[in-house]
């Protein structure tokens, strides 16, 4: 099993969200939640952009040691140099420069020419590693670039000293057949490439993030770019715990990741309470309902046999038990499961005659709690002596 980078970016592309700012000491909070978590890498800010931005990753450096600490910046001299100030407490540095490679960026972003835009990104790698041995290249707009052109910048940057080179599909605008082939291609055709880890950076403008992630991993790259909850830029980025249950679910990928994946669900609750974010429901993985079991033959095959309709054990990620959720659509198995929850054994006529009630009042009332069906027992209690 090969290993597989865990870059987080929860703090910088996740941050970057309306409504999503967190103060320096909140920043650390997280910082602390994802060092426990296992991350490999915590990209802590952006520092050019801002004092508070540049703080937090000062502090950040100071309050973590084992993750790698990484500060974005664009292919710009000043702005690796404030990177590389704030940056000056992490035990372990790196920092992140790239520049956009797309025709979009290159015509109409940076109003240049491909072939300046190679000398600027081979420029800013020159300048980042004056700084810290460990320098990742972004290119940026990857996805919607021309890979014949990619592979000219990417090995440019690998000879300039990139130690990791991140294929970002900024847009979200890859499908994973297509991401797949790019990173084949880099693979195929980047003469030096054995000396650098290839990224996945990932946005999920389509809904396509995890699946172009895992599609990078399966042809060669082996740091991936995620945030917890897949908060991120318009439609969020690639999300860190779909990522690492895919891979652990799917032991055809032969690659492992350092995740303490029963620490998931705390840390998710952590980052969406700090940032003011709520998880949608249905959320894979650290969704309320990713474990529940609503549908009457849903229910009944869980109850048969947990793995009928459950891929993972919930406690993998941190989940105590999954939930047999009572509605208009629950069969007996999850009525009789319940009753039995608070002590009362029936079945048979007993059983048929509860779920009848039953189904009236799920029919007006949308979830159905233990007080709801202490209430329907009643009569039945103090006739059968339950
Ligand atoms: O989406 C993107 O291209 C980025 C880069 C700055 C790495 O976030
Ligand atoms: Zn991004």
Redesign the pocket.
């Known amino acids: 099993m090969e290993k597989l980078w865990i870059f987080d970016?929860t703090l910088?592309?996740g941050e970057?969200v309306p409504g999503c700012q967190l103060n320096t000491r909140e920043k650390i909070v997280v910082a602390q939640a994802l060092e426990s978590l296992g991350v490999d890498v915590i990209e802590a800010g952006?520092p050019i952009s801002s004092p508070g931005d540049f703080n937090s990753v000062v502090e950040i450096s100071k309050a973590v040691s084992n993750p790698i600490i990484c500060a974005?910046s664009?292919a710009v001299e000043k702005d690796i140099e404030v990177a590389a100030d704030a940056l000056k407490y992490a035990k372990k540095a790196r920092i992140?420069t790239?520049i956009?490679v797309s025709p979009y960026h290159i015509h109409h972003k940076l109003r240049s020419t491909p072939e300046a835009v190679i000398e600027r990104a081979v420029q800013a790698v020159k300048f980042a590693k004056r700084y810290v041995e460990d320098v990742e290249f972004?290119?940026?707009?990857?996805g919607r670039s021309e890979n014949e052109y990619l592979a000219r910048i990417v090995e440019a940057a690998i000879k300039a000293g990139a130690t990791v080179v991140?294929i970002?599909?900024?847009?979200g605008y890859c499908l994973p057949e297509q991401y797949a082939d790019k990173i084949r291609f880099l693979k195929e055709n980047v003469r030096n490439i054995d000396q650098a880890i290839i990224a996945t950076?990932?946005?999920n403008d389509l809904g396509m993030a995890t699946a172009n992630t895992i599609a990078g991993v399966q042809h060669g790259a082996r740091q991936v770019?995620v945030t917890m909850n897949g908060i991120?830029?318009r439609a969020g980025?690639t999300s860190l715990e779909e990522v690492v249950m895919a891979i652990k679910c799917h032991q055809s990928i032969p690659v492992q990741t350092s995740i303490q994946t029963p620490k998931i669900y705390e840390t998710s609750r952590l980052v969406s309470k700090l940032m003011n974010m709520p998880v949608q429901p249905n959320k894979a993985i650290v969704g309320r309902n990713a474990f529940a079991h609503s549908s009457g033959i849903h229910q009944d095959g869980v109850l048969k046999h947990r793995e009928n309709y459950e891929i993972m054990d919930p406690q993998e990620v941190g989940v105590e038990e999954s939930s047999i959720v009572l509605t208009a659509r629950s069969g007996r198995a999850a009525l009789k499961h319940h009753l039995e929850l608070l002590g009362f054994i029936c079945e048979g006529e007993k059983l048929e005659k509860i779920y009848q009630d039953f189904l009236q009042l799920a029919d007006v009332k949308r979830d159905i709690g233990r007080k709801d069906l202490y209430q329907l027992l009643g009569e039945y209690v103090d006739e059968s002596g339950f």
């Open positions: 970016t910088r592309d970057q952006f974005l664009r992140h790239g956009g972004y290119a940026e707009d990857a991140n970002p599909d900024t847009t950076h990932c946005h770019e991120g830029e980025n």
